[in-house]
T-cell receptor
Framework: QKEVEQDPGPLSVPEGAIVSLNCTYS??????FMWYRQYSRKGPELLMY????GNKEDGRFTAQVDKSSKYISLFIRDSQPSDSATYLCASAGGTSYGKLTFGQGTILTVHP | ETGVTQTPRHLVMGMTNKKSLKCEQH?????MYWYKQSAKKPLELMFVYNFKEQTENNSVPSRFSPECPNSSHLFLHLHTLQPEDSALYLC?????????????FGPGTRLTVL
């Protein structure tokens, strides 16, 4: 079993839609949860960072972590064509000492 | 992306060639990382350096040889690679090797092995 599972998609939505991206993880020691966005021919850039369970909101983006079910979510409201990218979830914690464990990434396309 | 730079951006090499990838970070960080990103697979951590010392080698074949002369520079020396080594190689840096520290990625080097 992979430590972080993510549906690769692809996911295609119309502009303005609410997008829900999800990951599950298996390592109970994970405490830090991140979402990275990667545009084509670019490196990943940090989008959201959450410690432990709870919600975090930043503009149109909301990250949600439920440690009881080991579920990580990213919601994008009023999606825009510029949101089209690959979204990577990542987790860290316990004895991993900075080692991030990534999901496979979900390819998102927002069409006008 | 100017915080972490990588050169070259694209590289095509034969199986018998020797080449090197270069990474430089301008963020004053102490930790640097090499990752491999293959199609339809999660990012794979290859090596971790903290204050120029290697702290992690994730069972990487010896045909990949990292070098970290100082906290700002990281190299990946390549020799006798295989076609399955074709991938995007990403460098990252963070303040320290700590789960709480954000990792900042460079744009990557797209490597093709013929």
């Amino acid at each position: 079993q992979k430590e972080v599972e993510q549906d690769p998609g692809p996911l295609s939505v119309p502009e303005g839609a609410i997008v829900s991206l999800n990951c599950t993880y298996s390592n109970s020691a994970f405490q830090y949860f991140m979402w990275y966005r990667q545009y084509s021919r670019k490196g990943p850039e940090l989008l959201m960072y959450t410690y432990s369970s709870g919600n975090k909101e930043d503009g149109r983006f909301t990250a949600q972590v439920d440690k009881s079910s080991k579920y990580i979510s990213l919601f994008i409201r009023d999606s825009q064509p510029s949101d089209s990218a690959t979204y990577l979830c990542a987790s860290a914690g316990g004895t991993s000492y900075g080692k991030l464990t990534f999901g496979q990434g979900t390819i998102l396309t927002v069409h006008p | 992306e100017t915080g972490v730079t990588q050169t070259p951006r694209h590289l095509v090499m034969g199986m018998t060639n020797k080449k090197s990838l270069k990474c430089e970070q301008h963020l004053g960080h102490n930790a640097m990382y090499w990752y491999k990103q293959s199609a339809k697979k999660p990012l794979e951590l290859m090596f971790v350096y903290n204050f120029k010392e290697q702290t992690e080698n994730n069972s990487v074949p010896s045909r990949f040889s990292p070098e970290c002369p100082n906290s700002s520079h990281l190299f990946l020396h390549l020799h006798t690679l295989q076609p399955e080594d074709s991938a995007l190689y990403l460098c990252a840096s963070s303040r320290n090797v700590d789960s709480a520290d954000t990792q900042y990625f460079g744009p990557g080097t797209r490597l093709t092995v013929l």
